[in-house]
DNA sequence: TCTGGGGTCCTAGGACCC
DNA sequence: TCTGGGGTCCTAGGACCC
């Protein structure tokens, strides 16, 4: 049983969560105006559908559906490579909107946001549920975009609310009405109920998001632990997952991994692309001034097993040059000739302050205070002509399949309109220079 | 959804300490 | 070198999210 604390917040609070529609096609056909009204559908580089515009939707392409069989269900289908950048930009932009209505924004992810609306209503004077309209026309009317939205007592039930009519939907969940609604709800559909959670709640007849919520809490306090009890509270109206309003500034973890198709069994190879994840993981690193104190080195095989190994460094740090030799040390003990691997990844673990560093006698800290200098170099350069402006020897083997990486075609005229103000070298598609150390 | 890439938090169990 | 009780730190692994 779990003893933790469970912090209940003062309610009734009124939480809104935005869900941008098909956001990735969305933002698409929001800068190729031609595109409106086709089945658009993104993930090219992956393969496998990333997201699909409700014309697709309506033809049945769903999520992660590979994309020849895509031409069989959808031949006239627009399929794109994801443009992240340029959905980084409509995200920023649509925070920016929802900012308008309330300080209290939380950006959950690329295409989702939370918002504390609690007390609102009175600057607005309207209901919720007309803030909730205003922020989507607005989102619609400036971005091109449509979103859904859910409001009502708990982050939970937000979620639940802005799932439950898509696209362009206002679903309001207030106290009285919220059983009508859990009780359509199947409970593997609740945010952070998956399915083992859910496999296991269906064995006590647990089928819906309703009959979770109707459990007392001597059952929940005996068979789950404390995310699904905090769930179960959320469910039944009492607020517990405050909105977060601090923008991430920090990491736990940073990880890079690469698969690469057809699987290889080149040692150099299948080096190079470690090296490679490496230096990307160590300038994220670098981006946020941490420093590693574990380096964890994987493979996956191509029957989707994985080995590992884990290195501890003696001296904290982001520098791939400092890191090479154990990233060495960890590649030998795991990689198997002869076998075939998949993708490979590298996770900086354990990350700490750069600034909170400290150096023992035995670390030779005039080399490491020169590194520091290379690599502000290298960072300042990567900044100016392109991520990959500088690399490390050993990541070179790979050059020959990222050629593509980088590359830009003509710019829409709509996104220039849109984003004239942003002028980021790689975000208005001016050419990117690549230059081989 | 036979599987891309990037994260977080929680728990149990062992090591070690008084 | 048996016997109690209680605490902290660390790690591996699970589960979940977009």
Redesign the pocket.
Known sequence: M?S?FITLHSWPRAILHLDADAFFASCEQAIHPELKGKPVITGKE?G?V?AASYEAKARGV?????LSDVKKICPDAVILPSDYETYSLFSLRMFAIIRRFTPDVEE?????AFADLTGLRRNFHGPYSMIARKMQETVEKELGITVSIGVSLSKVLA?AGSKHKKPSGITMMPGREIHHYLGKLPIES?????????AFLRKFGINTAFDFARKDETFVAKHL???YHEVWHELNGRSVYPVMTESKSS?????????FTPPSKDEPFVLAQLSKNLE?ACI?ARRYNLAATRLIVFLRKQD?TDSGA?L?LTCPTAHPSALFNLLREGFDHIFRSNTLY??T?VVLA?LIAEASVQYTLFDDTAQIEKMSKVYDAVDILSEKFGKYTVRHAVSLPTKIQSQHEGERGDVPQRKQELFKGENNRQRLGLPVLNVMV
Do not use: H, L, M
Request: no cysteine; aromatic share 8%.
């Open positions: 779990s933790e992956r496998i990333a769903t999520r992660g559906v590979r959950y992810s690329i295409d989702e979620k609740v945010w952070g109920i998956g399915p083992n959670t859910a632990s404390k995310p990491y736990q973890s940073i990880s890079k991994t690469r698969t990307n994220k989707f884990e501890k998949r993708q990844g354990g």
